[in-house]
Each structure stands twice: as C-alpha cells, then as structure tokens.
Nanobody
Framework: QVQLVESGGGLVQAGGSLRLSCAAS????????MGWYGQAPGKQREFVAS???????DYADSVKGRFTISRDGSKNTVYLQMNNLKPEDTAVYFC?????????WGQGTQVTVSS
C-alpha cells in the first residue's frame, strides 16, 4: 500500500513562507502525477498544484506566482514552497498521488495564516 506523509505545516503571519513536504513510500516516478490539495474549514478539498511524471506543472489561479511545486526523486519527496501567504490560504493541505485510476492521499498538514 502506498503511503504519503506530509510535513511542514504550521502557523505563520500573512506574507510569510512555509515549505510543505510529501514523502512517498515508493519511487515517485511510479505515479502518473503527484499534487497538493487544500481543504479550508467547511469547504471542499480544492486543487492547489500538481506535477506529472513528465514534469508538467499546473497551479490553481489563486496560488500562481506565490507557490512552487517541486520534487526530489532521490528522496521520493514532493514539495510545495508557499510564499507570500495570505489568511485565505489557511487550510489542511493534502498530498495526492495517482497511478492510472488509483489515487492515494496523505493524512494532511495544517497551515494557518494569521492576519
């Protein structure tokens, strides 16, 4: 069973930065894509960023220019660098990986941005 473990969340002031990590239990290039989703209180989980096996990167419009997704194959880890954070970025951030029609999720890491 694939395991994804997120870390790096925390409390930060508006304008600050955090880097989230998602460590996978197997080679990340086995996955068609990996990505990050955020779920704010009382809201549905929403797409934030993704990177596919070929290196194509996509971002939600709300984070373009502020967040950067990257990966390190030697560590089987995907990162989300979050800069210029805003209070509306407050959410639990989940790592997702998919292989064909199967998807896997991490347990999530809390990001709280104070104004």
């Amino acid at each position: 069973q694939v395991q994804l473990v997120e870390s790096g969340g925390g409390l930060v002031q508006a304008g600050g930065s955090l880097r989230l990590s998602c460590a996978a239990s197997e080679n990340i290039f086995n996955f068609n894509s990996m990505g990050w989703y955020g779920q704010a209180p009382g809201k549905q989980r929403e797409f934030v960023a993704s990177i596919n096996v070929g290196g194509r990167i996509d971002y939600a419009d709300s984070v373009k220019g502020r967040f950067t997704i990257s990966r390190d194959g030697s560590k089987n880890t995907v990162y989300l660098q979050m800069n210029n954070l805003k209070p509306e970025d407050t959410a639990v951030y989940f790592c997702r990986a998919n292989i064909l029609r199967r998807e896997f999720w991490g347990q999530g890491t809390q990001v709280t941005v104070s104004s």
